[in-house]
């Protein structure tokens, strides 16, 4: 069974700075998915990056950014010049490559303080 | 484009009762889920449906069931609710799962709040 892990239930950091959030995950398959969400206090789901497993280059979203660690199994989000637009839930999620069901951690709550 | 419609937005039911959540998207995408999100667990997957007529099992599918009579619209059912069912429910589509390398964005609706009480 795929199992995604947040060990950071929240987060801070001073606006303009930059922050990282943990996660980890558990899976079998060498073909895969992985996915940082942004949940605002609106509650809408926003996908901020995705990355292939089978891609060794991390993945670039303007400021965001992801240190994919494949043999450590390990997937951090980056927020560089954090802005107080950031301040949100953030999701990662896993999904296998021939499915499209998706496995999320429980979360982390990021603040940004001005 | 509306994407993905959810209605009610919130609902307050009684134990006991049924209730449907409705979810429409208008993207014609094949795919379409449920989850339910939940303080400190994240959003769990009910049930999905890869394509009309076909549904399947999710991570948490007991006491809800879904119907996938056409392509736009996916209801969820809960026939005699309980308070463990207070929650939030998302409803998400994406095209249709395919081998291979293929990424499908899963685009999410609003949510729909629920208070079993």
Not at chain 1, 51 to 58: C, D, G, L, P, R
Not at chain 2, 80 to 87: F, G, H, I, K, L
């Amino acid at each position: 069974a795929q199992t995604v892990t947040q060990s950071q239930p929240e987060m801070s950091v001073q606006e303009a700075e930059t922050v990282t959030l943990s996660c980890t995950y558990d899976t079998s398959e060498s073909d895969y998915y992985l996915f940082w969400y942004k949940q605002p206090p609106s509650r809408q789901m926003i996908l901020v990056i995705r990355q292939e497993a089978y891609k060794q280059q991390n993945a670039t979203e303007n400021r965001f950014s992801v240190n994919f660690q494949k043999a450590a199994k390990s997937f951090s989000l980056k927020i560089s010049d954090s802005q107080l637009g950031d301040a949100a839930m953030y999701f990662c999620a896993y999904r296998r490559s021939a499915s499209n069901n998706l496995f999320f951690g429980t979360g982390t709550r990021l603040t940004v303080i001005p | 484009t509306a994407g993905i419609t959810q209605a009610p937005t919130s609902q307050i039911l009684a134990a006991g009762r049924s209730m449907t959540l409705r979810c429409t998207q208008d993207m014609r995408h094949n795919a379409m889920y449920w989850y339910r999100q939940d303080l400190g667990l994240g959003l769990r997957l009910i049930h999905y449906s890869n394509t009309a007529g076909t549904t399947g099992k999710g991570e948490v599918p007991d006491g809800y069931s879904v119907s996938r009579a056409n392509t736009d619209d996916f209801p969820l059912t809960l026939a005699s609710a309980v308070p463990s069912q207070t929650s939030v429910y998302f409803c998400a589509s994406s095209d249709r799962p395919t081998s291979g390398r293929v990424y499908n964005e899963q685009f999410f609706g609003p949510g729909t709040r629920l208070t079993v009480l």
